[in-house]
Antibody, heavy 121, light 107 residues
Framework: EVHLVESGGGLVQPGGSLRLSCAASGFIFSNYWMSWVRQAPGKGLEWVANIKEDGSEKYYVDSVKGRFTISRDNAENSLYFQMNSLRVEDTAIYYC??????????????WGQGTLVTVSS | AIQMTQSPSSLSASVGDRVTITCRASQGIRNDLGWYQQTPGKAPKLLIYGASTLQSGVPSRFIGSGSGTDFTLTISSLQLEDFATYYCLQDEYYPYTFGQGTKLEIK
């Protein structure tokens, strides 16, 4: 069974940094793209970043480019999200998700339970 | 970025009703659209991918259709467990974009 467990969320001041982790199990982690998706309190879902199986390609939503970095350690079956220069508007639950590609399309078939990041002074 | 316009934003319906949610993309996205269901306090759950393919384990009352710019999610006969918020997601172009969501409530 696929299992994704996020950790590392918490309260941080504006301008601060935080590193999220996502521990993966139940599948061959190195065979899949992985993603981060966030949800501000009471708001909708927002895709934030993707990383290719081997880490060679990374994509970000414009609002986090230059501040956040997605990475992975396939030996440790772990996904990471380094978040720098945090802003109040980055406050959200951050989900890691597995991206499955099949027959020319792709989708997020498995999600973690999320970790809450609160940016506030 | 591609805008995904989802409607309605909220919907009241009864058990047994047939309901339809629509998503319109600001430009063509072929069939690279998925539908996700989210209940309060939970992670999203994939229902439909490739616009019309039912994810394994999802009941057949969930039906997706469309291609290009116009997509629909139909629930043929609402069950109690279907009252939730639904999102479409395009993953044809970066940045991926979600619709704003449709909250389905019990009438």
């Amino acid at each position: 069974e696929v299992h994704l467990v996020e950790s590392g969320g918490g309260l941080v001041q504006p301008g601060g940094s935080l590193r999220l982790s996502c521990a993966a199990s139940g599948f061959i982690f190195s065979n899949y793209w992985m993603s981060w998706v966030r949800q501000a309190p009471g708001k909708g879902l927002e895709w934030v970043a993707n990383i290719k199986e081997d880490g060679s390609e990374k994509y970000y939503v414009d609002s986090v480019k230059g501040r956040f970095t997605i990475s992975r350690d396939n030996a440790e079956n772990s996904l990471y999200f380094q978040m720098n220069s945090l802003r109040v508007e980055d406050t959200a639950i951050y989900y890691c998700a597995r991206k499955l590609a099949v027959a020319g399309t792709s989708y997020f078939d498995s999600w973690g339970q999320g970790t809450l990041v609160t940016v506030s002074s | 970025a591609i805008q995904m316009t989802q409607s309605p934003s909220s919907l009241s319906a009864s058990v047994g009703d047939r309901v339809t949610i629509t998503c319109r993309a600001s430009q063509g996205i072929r069939n690279d659209l998925g539908w996700y269901q989210q209940t309060p306090g939970k992670a999203p759950k994939l229902l439909i991918y490739g616009a019309s393919t039912l994810q394994s384990g999802v009941p057949s009352r969930f039906i997706g259709s469309g291609s290009g710019t116009d997509f629909t999610l139909t629930i043929s006969s609402l069950q109690l467990e279907d009252f939730a918020t639904y999102y479409c997601l395009q993953d044809e172009y970066y940045p991926y974009t979600f619709g704003q969501g449709t909250k389905l409530e019990i009438k």
